[in-house]
């Protein structure tokens, strides 16, 4: 029997995870299916914000260091999200980028790896891995002489040979919402003697991650997607106890100095993860990223991220149902697996290369387009063009904290309608590829 | 004739500069003299930074990428910065932490130094360059095998060898406030091949800097301290035009890919500055930057860094000035240079080791304390306790955009005081040295 919007409205009404909604500041109008690329704004930011702006900077200034704990707040930050991914406390930091973390991350794992086997000279990575991943793994290659070598999700088993000295892998793919299995992939990368440095830009805090139960190495990841930190959050960066005192990572600045007040001439790195700070830290942006972590400390007591699971996974399975259901005929498939243990937050639909305005193109960044025109955010990611394996994605990120069942009914609904209307077809929505 | 309170008043209300105390919000009670530590908060950053919570984020979500510009704001900060360094146009971007900067630019320096020249090896910088300079340095020479070589800065001259590859120093110090002439040591380093990074940390907006006129190679500054930009704000970085499309900086991220949203897999470096951007930027900080960064603009019309400059040196003098006068006999001394072209934008003075509390230490901790409970906002620096040439210092830095003669007035006065009545020998000031 087809699912009703009344279904919908019962789940919601039944969500022991509705409440926590409460904690953003939805825009009105809106479907927020972005959360995957920038959270909602916790309703505490703002006034969190200007705390920061005009007390601590503005009235206390320099004091501020000492008495608002300036000073602590990425270690404060990364104890707070270390629940979230399986983390102890002191293992993880909040601080600079995603893509600066990875630098100091795949350094010290390189420098580990190669120092116990100098042979192995690979790094070993997806070839749909997040871009900027592969930039930094390519930046270092070229820096130190060593080889990246990129494959497919089914070849990763067969590429871990004794010549590699780290596998690089985002834990759910920024494309396609497909999750690795990280304890498998560990153990078999453990096995070869191989690093494995795990990337959490589309894991922490949408679905459960357990980097010490895992055995992981080194992991990255983003503040704010899932976290809800503001754009441009502070990332995070975790190194296995077993590691962290091994190397001095690259970017040895002052805050990773064992005795950063001294100002001695010379580096010393502080014990553990605290010497993979590095500069001074944007205080502004990483005090909001507390507001996204108080949400997920207020989840706690609902069952914090196995509730979490649960509910993402029902609002997928959902929207995959529903888009089946009741968008047949259009062309769209599926590219996120239908297999709960293999799927992130997200779903990703492709569309057929010739289903656009005139047999051109797809037709999903029109979609994607009129979507967004009716307020349904999600977006739309290129394809190879009908040369390789991948088709163009319409991408849409379900962050359980703020999303509801109705909110996926209405959802498919305006999709529907955009199809079958051929609303997408339009000139206005088909206009340009540059979207973000 | 000795200096009055009058006078320091007349001073204040001739001032042309005086109607930019305005722009700031300077907390009641307060004389700040910390500028170069954390400059004081643009009364404007309140509303700029809750506009981007709550209207750019909060609001319009993701598509503030494109209607709030957020992808241009490193390079739109940069052009705006430009001016008050002698940069030209689309060679400047605020991003990272000065720290993360300088790795890019001592990295880029090195391979351009060391392609044409391998036999060079060394980075030569000075003993007393800011510690965070050194330790990315330290980091750089031994991933690379290279060596560091530190020198007094009446050294330099004669550590310009040919087995150098880069001349990496801090334009004013923050210890002492001496200024390096920037055009000629450049021309000696270049007359023997070496390359020149300049840290303008203590002088962009403090001091006028011609970094084009002084044929400067690389340049890296910070946005938190002269430029106000809030805790933390991300910093700056100059590359030559000569060197800027030469070579790949290691953080090789997305945002300074040239075509960062084609997702390719492999990195192709954006042409001019922006292959300097690495990861997402945290983008309320990078905001409230502009507000300080606007108070410069609004500077323009009334002489801009000229006439900043004319205060600057006048406040310093004074203060110099008015110490001497009404505070001798108490052991202090002055370590920064009274001739004008070699002084920064702050004051420090000095004071004997053996001047402490029943002659312990210098007491300048202590003195530091005192003033700061008098709400005179200054800062300790450590010596070397009487091992070497460093004493303990008082350091005092003097923001010409809201600072005023009877300020310094009273600062002294307040000095005189706590020197007088022996205010600094009280136990509650003596405690600790863990000062920021």
Request: net charge negative; proline share 5%.
């Amino acid at each position: 029997m087809s699912i009703t919007l009344q279904d919908c409205r019962t789940r919601d009404a039944q969500d022991p995870l509705r409440a926590l909604r409460d904690h953003f500041a939805l825009p009105p109008g809106v479907i927020y299916l972005d959360g995957n690329s920038l959270g909602v704004a916790p309703k505490a930011a703002a006034a969190r914000v200007a705390d920061v702006v005009t007390r601590e900077w503005g009235t206390d200034l320099i004091k501020s260091w000492n008495t608002a704990s300036w000073f602590d707040l990425p270690q404060r930050l990364g104890n707070q999200l270390a629940p979230l991914i399986g983390a102890g406390q002191d293992e993880v930091v909040c601080t600079d980028s995603t893509s600066i973390n990875l630098y100091k991350v795949l350094s010290a794992a390189l420098n580990i790896a190669r120092e116990d086997s100098p042979a192995r000279k690979r790094i070993v990575s997806e070839r749909s891995n997040f871009p900027t991943d592969l930039y930094i793994a390519e930046g270092l290659c070229k820096e130190r002489g060593l080889e990246l070598v990129l494959v497919e999700p089914e070849e990763i088993a067969a590429s871990l040979t004794s010549d590699v000295a780290v596998l690089m892998l985002t834990h759910v793919n920024y494309r396609t919402g497909a999750m690795h299995d990280m304890a498998a992939i560990t153990a078999a990368a453990h096995a070869q003697g191989i690093l494995c440095v795990w990337d959490l830009a589309h894991s922490a805090g949408a679905v459960p991650v357990d980097l010490n139960g895992a055995g992981a190495d080194f992991s990255i990841g983003c503040g704010y997607k899932y976290l809800n930190g503001g754009p441009g959050a502070p990332a995070f960066v975790w190194v296995h106890p077993r590691h962290a005192d091994r190397f001095w990572q690259p970017l040895s600045g002052w805050w990773g100095h064992a005795a950063p007040f001294a100002f001695t001439p010379d580096y010393q790195p502080a014990p553990g993860i605290t010497r993979y700070l590095c500069g001074t830290q944007p205080i502004i942006s990483l005090s909001a990223l507390q507001c996204g972590l108080d949400v997920f400390t207020a989840a706690q007591s609902l069952g914090g991220m196995t509730a979490l699971r649960t509910k993402s996974l029902a609002l997928t399975d959902l929207f995959i149902q529903l888009v089946e259901e009741r968008c047949a005929g259009h062309g769209l498939g599926l590219a996120t697996p239908r297999e709960h243990a293999q799927r992130g937050s997200q779903v990703c639909l492709t569309r057929d290369e010739g289903a656009g305005v005139n047999g051109q193109g797809s037709g999903a960044y029109a979609i994607v387009q009129a979507l967004i025109a009716r307020g349904v955010i999600g977006d739309f990611r290129k394809g190879d063009g009908g040369t390789g394996r991948h088709k163009d994605i319409l991408r849409f990120g379900f962050t359980p904290l703020y999303l509801g069942f109705e909110d996926v009914w209405n959802a498919v609904e305006h999709l529907r309608q955009v199809l079958e209307g051929g609303e997408w077809q339009k000139a206005e929505f088909n206009q340009t590829h540059a979207v973000t």
